[in-house]
């Protein structure tokens, strides 16, 4: 009876030091969103339009595939999608880990290794949608920025931006996005989301100071109204 108690117990511990971690990171995570950068920012009345998305695990952001400060289609040609002949008019971007991108297509194909592997160091990767006029939804949230914000904004993702010849392109979920190789190590400090957070409070965007999960960026952002 000794011998089996002591087994439970051993058996336990690790379960209990993963829970109390687990802990700690979601009530880290939830008063490190909390905390503002550029907490005096407001949206001007009038400038650039994008938007903050999420699909409840991951955000990215939507910017006109073609403006006067910046033509997107550059640096992400539709030429790299499955379906390049549609009239895109904004592309989404986003940064995260290379083997959950890569492998898993729907969040069923997650994996204990694959998450591991991830929280403890993965290679990142750029992740980009074309959209034809994206409506704005409680996951397509819209925000208002000013064109010196939007020009700090272009400047931080262009330096998450290979040159051709030193990125390979994969194939993404659907035929209008697509996989780049980018810099970068994705880990628990240095996640999709705080990639997000991050570029939006260099840009001069008032956002949390660290957001882990999706709810730290979308916390800021205004919500959907409807029609």
């Not at 880990?187 to 990639?195: A, K, P, V």
């Not at 957070?197 to 109204?225: D, F, H, R």
Request: net charge negative; charged share 15%; aromatic share 12%.
């Amino acid at each position: 009876m000794a011998a089996q108690t002591t087994l439970k117990r051993l058996l336990l511990w690790p379960l209990a030091v993963l829970a109390a971690f687990a802990l700690v990171f979601l009530l880290t995570a939830w008063i490190g969103s909390s905390i503002a950068r550029n907490g005096d920012w407001e949206q001007p009345a009038a400038g650039v339009q994008i938007m903050i998305e999420t699909n409840g695990v991951h955000t990215a952001i939507v910017m006109p595939a073609v403006s006067a400060q910046k033509d997107w289609r550059a640096d992400f040609p539709a030429d790299d999608v499955l379906a390049p002949n549609r009239p895109y008019t904004h592309v989404s971007v986003s940064w995260g880990e290379r083997e959950v991108f890569l492998n898993t297509p729907t969040w069923w194909d997650l994996s204990l290794p694959t998450v591991f592997g991830a929280a403890t160091g993965g290679e990142g990767l750029l992740h980009v949608s074309h959209y034809i006029r994206p409506a704005p939804s409680p996951d397509h949230r819209q925000l208002t920025i000013s064109h010196a914000e939007y020009a700090r904004l272009i400047g931080i993702i262009e330096r998450e931006i290979l040159p051709a010849s030193e990125r390979t392109v994969y194939r993404g979920y659907s035929d209008y996005d697509v996989f780049y190789d980018a810099p970068g190590t994705y880990h628990l400090g240095n996640t999709c989301n705080q990639w997000v957070s991050n570029a939006l409070a260099a840009a001069g965007i008032k956002t949390g100071w660290w957001t882990p999960m999706v709810g730290g960026v979308m916390k800021w952002v205004p919500e959907y109204k409807g029609d």
